[in-house]
T-cell receptor, first 112, second 111 residues
Framework: SQQGEEDPQALSIQEGENATMNCSYK?????LQWYRQNSGRGLVHLIL?????REKHSGRLRVTLDTSKKSSSLLITASRAADTASYFC????????????FGSGTRLQVQP | SQTIHQWPATLVQPVGSPLSLECTVE??????LYWYRQAAGRGLQLLFY??????ISSEVPQNLSASRPQDRQFILSSKKLLLSDSGFYLC??????????FGAGSRLTVL
């Protein structure tokens, strides 16, 4: 089953604008991760935020986590055409199977 | 450094034919390995995971099976493919902090 659900499903913006994607999940987590997928390729890890963290930055990426609302957001600032991709959140519940549960993703289109 | 190889990249198979997708990891030992499937425009569904040689856990009852004959080799198989087996199959291994590293994927079309 899908643990994370991203919102919006699709987002189209102009280069230079900021892009915000949201993720909601259902169960308690150890950490939450964001991944990027270029069309037809494998996923690439972007950033991990632990359950005891509220905000994390990496370059032009900013991730927030609200465990009380079971939600996270990914902000990409000053977007570039090369940021065009699908973005997925994934939750790690810290259970024995040690597998991540992925959401359905947000397709981001950055217009040059 | 660790790398993950997955093949074939693309295949088209008739209904009822067998399937074998292979994944190998280099630069690490005793990795946790995973097979995910992604339907067109959708998220990833966990199919199998393995914490060691010969140890396979299945997440979803289906027409597929997995095997881990060697420490860094993970194979996804089917004896008879169904149309519903079409999709993008991704192998991944889990690093120390819990981050997954994915292969490039195998796109399967069953006709």
């Amino acid at each position: 089953s899908q643990q994370g659900e991203e919102d919006p499903q699709a987002l189209s913006i102009q280069e230079g604008e900021n892009a915000t994607m949201n993720c909601s999940y259902k169960t308690s987590i150890n950490n939450l991760q964001w991944y990027r997928q270029n069309s037809g390729r494998g996923l690439v890890h972007l950033i991990l935020i632990r359950s005891n963290e509220r905000e994390k930055h990496s370059g032009r990426l900013r991730v927030t986590l609200d465990t009380s609302k079971k939600s996270s957001s990914l902000l990409i600032t000053a977007s570039r055409a090369a940021d065009t991709a699908s973005y997925f959140c994934a939750t790690d519940a810290g259970t024995g199977r040690r597998a991540l549960t992925f959401g359905s993703g947000t397709r981001l289109q950055v217009q040059p | 450094s660790q790398t993950i190889h997955q093949w074939p990249a693309t295949l088209v198979q008739p209904v009822g034919s067998p399937l074998s997708l292979e994944c190998t990891v280099e630069g690490t030992s005793n990795p946790n390995l995973y097979w995910y499937r992604q339907a067109a425009g959708r998220g990833l569904q966990l199919l199998f995971y393995s914490v060691g040689i010969g140890q396979i856990s299945s997440e979803v009852p289906q027409n597929l099976s997995a095997s881990r004959p060697q420490d860094r080799q993970f194979i996804l198989s089917s004896k008879k493919l169904l149309l519903s087996d079409s999709g993008f199959y991704l192998c991944a291994w889990r690093g120390g902090p819990g981050v997954l590293t994915f292969g490039a994927g195998s796109r399967l079309t069953v006709l």
